[in-house]
């Protein structure tokens, strides 16, 4: 289920009238995937005639040289400041820019399809506040409805990761009912283990967001949320992924504490429900075995990831259960366990003495 079907089905008056606002049902049409939007584009005879005034001029240079993914990442770069100056100078209005992108946004061509979405997600930085209120809610609702097309879904989430980050005054910001839909869209659309590490990185930064920024917004599906982020950790080992998980793990009492105070059925309750799969789900990777490889420039130490897996483990103590006994075992003076293991053992009783 997409955003839009999210959207219709909430019954929200100020829900709808944002959607009718898309500039003649932009979103909904390009939601509806590429086949069934070019063909209604063919069916549309009105709507095929009526090229935009803007169909002349250059900036469809510069979003060719965008998609043209044999072009250098500096071609790229600037390709995406030419139209932010575009945009800036009132030589073009953002909804007008996707409106004229409706081909590259609906291809059957994945490669173009992916790269006109991350065009998009590329340029909203760039105009900082001069994103409009109403641009801002559009542009939501179509990143939204981009979730659910594994091609396009690293434009997606970078643009909805970054309207998230914007708090009010910022025209940018979205509403928390907007907000709200697009965490569910996300819960329902995106299946973080089957991306590659680019896009499983962009699903732990966005799930950190929401659970930093807008933990109530988060609250209001946590069990889904929960469930979906113990899978999430299913499997993973890149240790920049790990670092982002282990800080959204840290940050969940206070989603937890917005589910209690939103009625939501009480903070003990989803605690209890949910406490012995997330805290399995981050406690398997104790103790944290990593060395980086020569000429690595992540600058992940062994000893952040230890600390942030730490952080996570005591997060609430409702993960006592799962936790301590597992520490207590890397102490036991009769198993022979490495030296630093158990350093690391003492350190995280100390840590659930002070948590817990």
């Known amino acids: 289920m997409g955003l839009i079907a999210f959207l219709k089905g909430s019954g929200s008056t100020s829900m709808e009238q944002a959607s009718e606002q898309t500039e003649g049902g932009l979103v909904e049409r390009m939601s509806a995937g590429p086949s069934a939007y070019m063909s209604a584009k063919r069916n549309s005879g009105a709507e095929a005639s009526a090229p935009l005034e803007m169909e002349t001029d250059d900036w469809r240079r510069h979003l060719r040289e965008y998609t043209d993914f044999t072009r250098k990442d500096e071609d790229h770069e600037a390709s995406v400041g030419a139209l932010v100056e575009l945009i800036k100078n009132n030589e073009l209005q953002l909804l007008d820019l996707v409106k004229g992108m409706d081909h590259e ?171 012995e799969n997330l805290a399995e789900a981050v406690s398997c990777y104790f103790p944290i075995a990593f060395s980086a490889p020569p000429g690595d420039k992540r600058g992940i130490t062994r000893q952040h990831l230890a600390g942030g897996l730490l952080a996570a483990m005591t997060a609430t103590r409702h993960f006592a259960p799962v936790v301590l006994p597992l520490l207590l075992e890397k102490i036991d003076p009769d198993a022979t366990i490495a030296a630093q293991t158990r350093v690391d053992a003492l350190d995280g009783i100390s840590a659930c003495l002070s948590a817990f």
């Open 105 to 275: 946004l609906t291809t059957t061509d994945t490669t173009v399809r992916a790269r006109a979405t991350l065009l998009l997600s590329e340029v909203l930085p760039g105009l900082g506040d001069g994103v409009t209120s109403q641009a801002a809610s559009t542009m939501a609702l179509f990143f939204g409805s981009r979730l659910a097309d594994w091609g396009t879904i690293r434009g997606a989430l970078k643009g909805l990761l970054y309207l998230l980050h914007q708090r009010a005054p910022s025209p940018a910001a979205l509403s928390v009912e907007l907000t709200t839909n697009v965490a569910k869209a996300f819960v329902a659309e995106v299946n973080v283990q089957s991306l590659v590490q680019v896009d499983r990185m962009l699903c732990f930064e966005t799930a950190r967001c929401l659970a930093e920024l807008h933990p109530r917004v988060m609250a209001v599906c946590a069990r889904e949320w929960c469930e979906m982020l113990s899978l999430s950790m299913e499997g993973e080992k890149d240790p920049r992924c790990l670092l982002v998980a282990f800080d959204v793990w840290r940050l969940l009492p206070a989603v937890f504490a917005a589910v209690s105070d939103g009625g939501g059925g009480g903070d003990e309750t989803v605690l209890k429900e949910q406490a």
